[in-house]
């Protein structure tokens, strides 16, 4: 059987609020997040008939509340799509968003869909990570995980310990180098680009949620270097070189060639392949590396071969391992990151997968000699995604 191919036709996403009372997203909710995400596609691709979507998936990696209710169904009709348009919710955790897309690719590539909406939201404020769960006693018990496995910044730190040679320097002048790359990005305008401006309710009435919340360009070296170790005493992570507790919702359109030709779409990245990895849980963050190791095998590509990364910070600590892994230059990459990341943008769990996603075709737009690029991100409890895509905005 002959797969088809995949395309990447367009995405925008909210802006990213800070999580908490002071957030701009904090009385609005998760799902109306993804239905201002949903039309705002749909407007933009006028010639697509709402009809022809044949699936709305979407992640949430806390399915309750105001993301429950299958958030890819309940979208259907708040987006303003059909009934006829099926919908569904995933999680993995961070590559919530991520994997809506992959798996929208595999429908389209074996011919079950032709237009699908993926994305991924998160609302971290209404629902902080690991609300309402309840983990296995036998984790800790039997040994099969570290404690530490439960905590996304004792990762981080056990990241540290297994790369004596990664300082807090190195990762706090990487943290800082993400927020000028970010600040010199808004400046140019190509942030902008990709948010989509949202009415939003608070305590002093209405407002306009359109920029990032997160972002701090007043960052300085010494700053950084003063802040507090939460996750342990004479730590080597904290806030400064971490990525925040954020909402925001971030969506693609993925279409199939007849559908492109069909509705007049036109294909910006095809995908070449994804994989997923997994890792111990307690170094979750080294989940990128082997994930784009396994990546590179199904597709017979090499960094090398890499014009543009799209890495997902969660922790500097694992930005920095991945670099030395592949040998991209440090502190400051060109290829990597070249707007900035999650640690001046912000981390809405399930949402990241498809900012780095649009992220990396807004690139690719302005440089049309680049035809291969990586998205890729850790995921909490151990397992790494990462996807290929290959540059058609020649």
């Not at 697509?48 to 044949?54: E, F, I, K, T, Y």
């Not at 999680?91 to 389209?108: E, K, L, Q, W």
């Not at 305008?189 to 920029?211: E, F, L, N, R, T």
């Not at 892994?325 to 001046?344: C, S, T, V, Y």
Request: overall charge negative.
């Amino acid at each position: 059987m002959e797969l088809n191919e995949v395309y990447y036709v367009d995405g925008i996403r909210t802006a990213f609020g800070r999580a908490g009372e002071k957030g701009i997203f904090w009385q609005t909710r998760a799902d109306d997040m993804v239905a201002r995400v949903i039309r705002t596609l749909m407007e933009r691709n006028p010639g697509l008939d709402p009809a022809a979507v044949d699936d709305n998936i979407w992640g949430a990696t806390t399915q309750m509340g105001d993301q429950g209710l299958t958030m890819g169904r309940t979208t259907v009709m708040l987006g303003g799509l059909p009934n006829t348009v099926a919908g569904c919710s995933v999680d993995r955790m961070c590559a919530g968003g991520m994997t809506a897309i992959d798996f929208g690719a595999a429908s389209i590539a074996m011919g079950s869909a032709d237009v699908i909406l993926a994305g991924g939201v998160e609302h971290m404020g209404h629902h902080p990570m690991g609300q309402g769960a309840d983990p296995n006693p036998r984790f800790i018990a039997e040994k099969m995980v570290d404690l530490s496995a439960l905590n996304m910044g004792m990762t981080a730190e056990n990241l540290h310990d297994m790369f004596p040679e990664i300082t807090k320097e190195q990762t706090d002048e990487y943290a800082l180098i993400c927020q000028q790359k970010a600040k010199k990005a808004w400046d140019e305008g190509k942030i902008q680009k990709m948010i989509v401006p949202m009415s939003v309710w608070s305590a002093d009435g209405w407002k306009v949620a359109d920029k990032d919340e997160q972002p701090r360009p007043q960052t300085t070296m010494e700053g950084l270097k003063g802040l507090k170790t939460p996750f342990r005493a004479q730590g080597r992570v904290t806030a400064g070189n971490s990525s925040g507790l954020n909402d925001g919702a971030a969506g693609v359109i993925l279409a199939s060639a007849k559908a492109c030709e069909k509705y007049g779409l036109v294909p910006k990245m095809r995908m070449i392949n994804y994989a997923f990895a997994g890792v111990k849980a307690e170094i979750m963050g080294i989940g990128p590396i082997p994930s784009t190791k396994k990546a590179f095998e199904r597709t017979g590509l090499t960094m090398e071969d890499v014009d543009m990364v799209e890495l997902n910070e969660a922790f500097a600590v694992q930005a920095v391992a991945f670099m030395n892994e592949f040998g991209l230059k440090r502190p400051d990459d060109p290829r990597m990151n070249a707007w900035g990341g999650a640690i001046a943008f912000g981390h809405p769990l399930a949402s990241s997968g498809a900012r780095l996603t649009m992220t990396l075709a807004n690139r690719f737009a302005e440089n049309p000699s680049a035809r291969y690029g990586l998205a890729t991100m850790c995921v909490g409890l151990g397992q790494g995604g990462t996807a290929v895509w290959e540059n058609l905005q020649k």
